[in-house]
């Protein structure tokens, strides 16, 4: 216990050094959140990075950390210990999961048959187009001959 209060002492005192006194009183010089947000690091920097990391493990626990791990960890679910409710559960999910790929599945095809829709569409407006540019030309052509 001893040494734990003398290394978060020594830490402490490792961030009142004069490079971080300056600048602290630059960022209030310059813009005073700057300032305040030093003088809290000065303070609480040790506290303030735990809770940033227990914070993100929250985070990652809660919404899971990667979509390949196991389906059991999705969305912060921990198994229960009840073997019947957990086969449930991995169930649903794989059938849940299985259904999200149907939907992309659909949005992909759906997006391209869009985008086929577009080309078509462009093409026909252009076609619209060049008929027109046609028929002013040679009406032009058939006037200046006149």
């Known amino acids: 216990m001893n040494q734990t209060v003398t290394a978060n002492r020594s830490c402490s005192r490792g961030r009142w050094s004069p ?34 990391g227990d914070m993100r493990d929250q985070a990652r626990s809660t919404f899971g950390a990667g979509r390949g ?17 957990d086969e449930y559960r991995a169930r649903e999910m794989e059938r849940l999961e299985e259904e999200r790929r149907k939907i992309e599945s659909m949005r992909s ?27 002013r030309t040679s009406a032009g052509e058939h006037d200046a001959a006149i």
């Open 19 to 52: 490079l971080n006194i300056v600048l602290m009183v630059l960022g209030f010089a310059l813009f005073w959140p700057l300032g305040l947000a030093m003088l809290a690091w000065m303070i609480w920097g040790e506290e303030l990075a735990r809770f940033g």
């Open 109 to 135: 095809e759906f997006e391209g048959f869009m985008k086929e829709l577009r080309r078509a569409k462009d093409k026909e407006e252009f076609d619209r187009f060049m008929e027109e540019y046609r028929r």
């Open 69 to 85: 791990k196991s389906h059991s960890h999705h969305f912060g679910a921990r198994e229960t210990g009840n073997v019947a409710f």
